[in-house]
């Protein structure tokens, strides 16, 4: 098992350019989440899906991000246009049967807007 | 509604001794309560999961919680620290037994282990 796999590990780019961020999840899980973590609001819970549809898009911070999941073994985290404040290590997590199982999550992706 | 506080932003322990990382809860349902590890540039591992059999569970490297209902509690804790258990630690509730898979994390507790 391979885990849950983020590309790329590590982005830079400048303020007002397109991010696309990429998850894979762990075959057979249902739930996907994406997470961002930054040093002053610690982690936070942007939009997950269950059987490929969203579920919980609250935690998206405004219509500059949307997320994606075109089947149950990709997804997608994409900012148009991105800001320095949005700065931050975004993290994909899988999980199966809800929350009892607990979630695996992926590496991260460590994003820098200058 | 739910909600973790974790009770100390830092702690520093010296190699062999032992660890707590105080948690406290709460939920308006029955919870799940996890505990995750992050090392250094790395991602978040599980440690533990309590998800409603016996209130003391055990996780991986020794660590172990116990769930206290009475006192809405879930402490970390360790009988000896080794230097590689120094990273961040995580206390987390999700709502037990639905579909409804949101995870609710604490803030974080830095765990520094000196030789």
């Known amino acids: 098992d391979a885990g849950v796999i983020q590309s790329p590990r590590h982005e830079v780019t400048e303020m007002g350019q397109e991010v696309t961020l990429r998850c894979k999840p762990i075959?057979?899980?249902?739930?996907l989440f994406w997470y961002r973590q930054t040093m002053m609001r610690g982690l936070e819970l942007l939009i997950y899906f269950n059987n490929n549809v969203p579920i919980d898009d609250s935690g998206m911070p405004e219509d500059r991000f949307s997320a994606k999941m075109p089947n149950a073994s990709f997804s997608t985290l994409k900012i148009q246009p991105s800001e320095p404040r949005d700065s931050a290590v975004y993290f994909c997590?899988?999980?199966?049967?809800?929350?009892?199982?607990?979630?695996?999550f992926g590496s991260g992706t460590r994003l820098t807007v200058v | 509604a739910q909600s973790v506080t974790q009770l100390d932003s830092h702690v520093s322990v010296s190699e062999g001794t032992p660890v707590l990382l105080r948690c406290n809860y709460s939920?308006?349902?029955?919870?799940?309560l996890f505990w995750y590890v992050q090392h250094p540039n790395k991602g978040l591992q599980l440690l533990l999961k309590?998800?409603?059999?016996?209130?003391l569970v055990k996780g991986i490297n020794g660590f172990e919680a116990e769930f206290k209902k009475s006192e809405t509690s879930f402490h970390l804790t360790k009988p000896s620290a080794h230097m590689s258990d120094a990273a961040e630690y995580f206390c987390?509730?999700?709502?037990?037994?639905?579909?409804?898979?949101?995870?609710?994390f604490g803030q974080g507790t830095i765990l520094t282990v000196h030789p």
């Open positions: 987390v509730v999700s709502r037990r037994g639905t579909s409804y898979g949101k995870l609710t």
């Open positions: 997590a899988s999980s199966r049967e809800g929350s009892l199982s607990g979630y695996t």
């Open positions: 939920s308006s349902y029955s919870p799940s």
């Open positions: 309590y998800t409603s059999a016996a209130t």
């Open positions: 075959s057979g899980h249902d739930y």
